[in-house]
């Protein structure tokens, strides 16, 4: 017979204790009838406990397959912060394989996102950022060459804003984005280890140093299955 007074949380915490805690990413939980049995709760309180860990990251549900432990995710805040210090602060170890470095001559696309002259030189640096030496995300990004001369010749293989910051002393200070849904393409998902056409979100953005000036134009392309963004809004009028 269930018991009562046996809330969602603890079962949640059961759970996470009992199974996540001990399996690997992709693991299938045991039915919610069996995990009923085991903690002597209705399903009800299991579905509830589940949906919890479904929230917070932790599982993923697939209609027909069941309920399966998640591969570790990371949650992008908006507060402006680096790749490098969103993975570190996971507690994982963050880096970068660089595919490509290559200056540039701006055509006028490429001068307008910048914010430079059609025929100025630029930089552009293509790479994939690792958690732990798991793919996470391909990013290109293009900086205007008269503000970081040599950057190609820099490390390039960690925190680009810290190479910003020692060298130039440039800090990023503003980012305007835009987030999309795609699917990936077969040359990303293997850069990626996934399955061509997974889901992806695609970034782009704009960045700002500490004087207004644009710095840099990325794009990217973040693993739907370990990758997100939160955000915050607020009702017209401001914050409350």
Do not use: C
């Amino acid at each position: 017979m269930a018991r009562p007074s046996v809330k969602p949380l603890e079962v949640r915490a059961l759970i996470e204790q009992q199974f996540i805690a001990v399996m690997q990413p992709a693991d299938v939980l045991p039915s919610e009838r069996n995990l009923a049995e085991l903690f002597g709760v209705s399903r009800v309180t299991v579905r509830a406990a589940l949906k919890l860990l479904e929230e917070d990251g932790l599982l993923r549900s697939a209609p027909g397959v069941g309920t399966f432990v998640a591969a570790p995710h990371l949650s992008k805040t908006p507060v402006l912060t680096s790749f490098s210090q969103d993975v570190r602060a996971r507690g994982w170890t963050p880096g970068s394989r660089v595919l490509e470095r290559r200056q540039a001559v701006a055509d006028i696309a490429v001068a307008h996102d910048l914010g430079i002259e059609p025929g100025a030189h630029y930089y552009e640096v293509r790479r994939v950022r690792l958690a732990d030496d798991v793919p996470l995300s391909v990013e290109q990004v293009q900086l205007p060459a008269a503000l970081v001369p040599g950057l190609l010749e820099k490390p390039l293989d960690g925190s680009l804003y810290q190479v910003l910051a020692d060298h130039y002393g440039i800090r990023v200070s503003r980012h305007d984005r835009r987030i999309s849904a795609v699917n990936l393409d077969a040359a990303t998902a293997e850069l990626l280890g996934v399955p061509e056409r997974s889901a992806a979100l695609y970034v782009t953005q704009q960045g700002y140093d500490q004087h207004g000036r644009r710095i840099e134009h990325g794009k990217s392309l973040y693993r739907g299955d370990r990758y997100d963004f939160s955000t915050v809004t607020y009702a017209a009028g401001g914050r409350p």
